[in-house]
Every structure is written in C-alpha cells, then in structure tokens.
C-alpha cells in the first residue's frame, strides 16, 4: 500500500545559498511528521546524498534520491527538470548527469542537454518541476501546444515514469500583508496569476494526455518561522538588501517549507490522486548504496604482476638504499607492514602515492607528507616520507594496524606553484575520467553569518 503523500521535491543546504534545511534536521521533521520517505533533490548537485542516505536509514525512512536538474540546449536556456532514482542504474546516472552537467555544461548552472537525458535515463523517474520547468515556462508564456509537444517528448522517454508536477503556494493569501506596498502587492499578483496558469495548463494536459500528477511543495526549509532565515540567505547569495523589492523574494509567501500531510491535503482537495501518486513514486524507488567499501585504482604493473607483489618486490629492492646493512630487526618490521598493507588491499594506494611522490622528486618539485604516515617503513623506503621510523622510535600501528577498520590517510603537500603539473601528471596517467578533485564545505558561523546578514 502505498503512502498518502510523500515530499518529492526538497531542497537542503547543499543548495547553496538557496537551501536552508540541514539533513539530520530534514529526517527529525520527517520523522514526526509520520512520512515513510522523504526525498532530496538538491539544485543540480548530489552533494547531500550520502550524508542523506545513511541519515534515512537510520532514522528508518526510505530514502528518495534525486536531483533538480537544469536542462538547456543553449547557454541561456536553464529549465528545471526533476529526477528521482528508482534504482541503481538510475543513481549511477544521476551521477553521469550531474557530473557532466559541471565538467561540460556548465553555464552559470549546471546543465545538460536533452541529448544527454536520453542517453542516462534509464533507472529514472522524472516529474515537469516548478514553474521554472520547461513545460511550466511555455504554459505560463500561453504556449499550451508546445508544452503539449514538449511533454510527449518526455513522456516517449520515460513511459509510465513520466508525471506532471504541480504545486500551490497560495501567494493570494498574502495580499492583505503587503497591501500597504502596491510593488510587492503587484509582484505577489503576478506571482499567483502564473501559478494558475501553470497549474490549470497542467491539469489540462494530465487529462489530454493521460499523465499521472503529482502534488510538491518546493521545499527550502522546515517550518514557516524559518523563513526570514532563508531569505536572508538568499540576499547574501544574490548580493541584495533584505529591504530589495526587486529581488527574489520568498519572504512574502512563507509556504516553501515542509507541510505535513494535513496541509498539503488542504490545498489540493481537488485533486487528492496527485497526492497519492507521490506514494506511488516512492513505492517505485529502491536504491541501495553499497557504504563500507573501498575500491582503489587499478595500476598497470611490469610483468602483469599483482599490486601486493609488485609493493613487496619494490620495497626489498629500495631497502637497502635507505639501510645498507638492514638487521634481522628491519627485515622483521618490513615483513610485517607488508603483511598488513596487503591483507587489507591496500597496495595499489601505496603504488600510486609511491609513483606520485617519486615523479615529484625527480622533477624537482618539493612535496610534504604529513601526520602518521611517517610510523611506516614501507612508506619510507619507497619513497612517500623522508622521515626514518626505527631511528625516531615510530610505531606502525598508530598509521595502521591489523584491527584498524578504516583505511590509512596519508596527507601530502605540494609545492603552490607545481600543483598543476602534479595534476596533469596523474590525469595523463590514469585518465581525465579517473582524476577528480574533491572539494569542503565550509559553514557560516555565528560571527560570519552575522557579517554577511549586515552587509
């Protein structure tokens, strides 16, 4: 049986600057709002998934994964599309369609063609969006014929998966707020007159067509009262003044949060299988993300040797380079490390952090390894630290040890000024579609949020 309704259209704070909901809060209020699953559909990123999924899981909500994407054929077009996985392949090609949408259509927003839809929309399911979709824009604009042909082009695509989204944030009942200024007023008119346009153009074709709806509500934040924290938010994203009139303005009608199921039944009692529906989606998704496993790189070895072959057949051959004469005790402690390192399959990461390092030196390019790294000796022998553990009394196991669960870090600084041949090094050598660079999130704090709520 499915669930009466469940939020399909949510955004966090991996919306940047536009998103206010952290996740463990996202799943707190799913929680007591009694929803069996919940999704995040971040603007055109996946940055939250996996902080979202395990936070689900936990919580024993099902977990919708999805995206807001951006879909354009040209540099001004940006429509909003959004895309739910229902399964594996479906997660696997959000990442494909993300991940190009940054690397190659990047325009202000990352975009991706309606080319590039097609090519991953298998394990998909999509919905028309916000206003700002695609089909939204041409029925708001009164081009019910292209959005008819638009949406059976989607339609074709996606078969049964395919569903018209609507939405309702009753922006009429804020007029009498803002009577006293006739330019909000006006914006909030114009608000609610493409809003009924939309909406009405969407029912009509869910009836003409015979596409299933879906009832959203855009969700930024939690409740109401977060509203003008939200808005804040987005006059610090938008470089505006709270006072702005001429801006985006979400302030005015405080209803982007996450309803309970209560409310969102009351603002569509017409339509209640648009509700329901939202149960069916989820009732389709079963996406389960392998966590716990490490996957290395594979590296192409003399002799079509094993990666914990060709480590211990390297780290003999440079002992003696760093130990002319090595003890039984050095031999011992080598065996040892080596036994460790390759019974967790770790050998191929001390391969690759070997070859980088090794290439940096013989280019003069001056590097840094950091923190417990140097307690190895297979790491100082091949050539990753310059520091000698037995002479300073080091110990292995606070790097690694037989019991450690998670895999050794091993920090490495290069040279400001190096960097990108560093980088152009490890993408000719292993492919541009294995090299990526991660990036950190930093948080407003408390006295930078206050800087940049001021300004």
Not at 213 to 235: R, W
Not at 348 to 368: A, E, Q, R
Not at 382 to 391: A, E, F
């Amino acid at each position: 049986m499915s669930a009466k309704f469940v939020h399909l259209h949510v955004h966090s704070e991996y919306s940047l600057l536009d998103g206010l909901t952290q996740i463990d809060k996202l799943i707190s209020r799913a929680k007591e709002l009694d929803m069996s699953a919940v999704a995040l559909t971040d603007h055109g990123v996946m940055y939250g998934v996996i902080e979202f999924y395990k936070a689900a899981k936990k919580a024993g909500i099902k977990p919708l994964i999805g995206m807001e994407g951006y879909v354009g054929e040209g540099k001004s077009e940006s429509n909003h599309l959004l895309l739910i996985a229902k399964n594996h392949t479906g997660y696997k090609n959000l990442m494909h369609l993300s991940t190009i949408a940054h690397l190659e259509g990047f325009y202000y927003k990352p975009r991706f063609t309606k080319e590039l839809l097609a090519k991953y929309h298998s394990g998909l399911i999509c919905t028309s969006a916000c206003p700002k979709g695609e089909i939204g824009q041409l029925l708001i604009d009164g081009n019910y014929t292209a959005a008819k042909k638009a949406v059976l082009w989607y339609q074709e695509l996606f078969k049964d998966d395919y569903y018209l989204e609507i939405q309702r944030h009753q922006y009429a009942d804020y007029f009498a707020t803002v009577k006293d200024n006739p330019k909000i007023l006006d914006k909030l008119q114009k608000m609610q007159k493409s809003e009924n346009l939309w909406v009405d153009g969407i029912v009509k074709l869910s009836r003409d067509v015979g596409i299933k709806l879906v009832a959203t509500n855009d969700a930024h934040y939690l409740d109401q009262t977060d509203a003008t924290a939200q808005d804040a938010l987005v006059c610090i994203s938008t470089g505006k003044n709270v006072s702005d009139i001429d801006r985006l303005r979400y302030i005015d009608t405080p209803t982007f949060h996450l309803r309970s199921i209560d409310e969102m039944a009351q603002i569509f009692p017409d339509l209640p299988d648009a509700l329901s529906n939202t149960g069916e989606i989820a009732g389709k998704c079963e996406v389960e993300i392998e966590l716990g496993q490490w996957y290395f790189p594979e590296i192409e070895l003399p002799d079509k040797k094993s990666a914990p072959e060709y480590l211990q057949e390297l780290a003999h051959a440079r002992l003696e380079s760093k130990y002319p004469h090595p003890t039984p005790e050095v031999k011992k402690r080598l065996e040892y490390e080596l036994e460790v390192i390759c019974s967790k399959g770790y050998s191929p990461y001390f391969l690759l952090l070997g070859d980088l390092v090794n290439w940096c030196t013989d280019h003069g390019i001056i590097t840094n390894t950091r923190g417990s790294a140097a307690g190895s000796l297979v790491t100082y022998v091949i050539g990753i630290t310059t520091v000698d553990p037995l002479r300073y009394e080091l110990p292995f196991e606070r790097f690694l040890n037989p019991f450690r669960p998670s895999p050794p870090d091993i920090d490495i600084d290069v040279a400001d000024n190096r960097r990108e041949e560093v980088i152009a090094y490890i993408t000719q050598k292993y492919g541009a579609d294995k090299v990526a660079q991660i990036c950190t999130f930093g948080r407003m704090l408390a006295r930078a949020a206050v800087r940049d709520v001021a300004r």
